[in-house]
């Protein structure tokens, strides 16, 4: 599948944020080894700490459906660019990277970018 696809579904997953508090909006799409992809945006809660953010959604979808394996995660966010995962989404992708890692790609001005997830969480923990 071509990133500028994952990309448009994490815009289209953005749409259906449920961010009345921070106003941050954020969509994700992971793609799998399988060549699945499942979406997830945000959603916040008046006890901010119970907020889950689009990327976790996005590969609880995928979980729920019996996927272990991404290989990819598309991450947008209207309100910035080149918007990244948080730390704990990179924790939890890095529990579902594939064998051959992980691309995670994001967008603004200057094009789709694309990243590994090992750059973004280096030593990650790991059993």
Known sequence: MDYQELIDKAIK?????Y??????AV??????????TYCGCNFENSS??????AER?????????G???????AVYSPNAQYCYPCGACRQVLNEFKSDEGMDVITCGDNGIKVVK???????????
């Open 13 to 17: 997953a953005s749409e259906k944020s």
């Open 117 to 127: 997830l090992e750059e973004l969480l280096p030593e990650g923990f790991n059993l």
């Open 57 to 65: 959604n996005a590969v609880g979808s995928a979980i729920a459906e």
């Open 67 to 73: 996927e272990r394996k991404i290989k990819a995660i």
């Open 19 to 24: 961010s009345p508090y921070s106003k941050f």
């Open 48 to 53: 901010f700490g119970l907020t889950i953010c």
């Open 27 to 36: 969509g994700a799409c992971v793609l799998t080894t399988d060549g699945n």
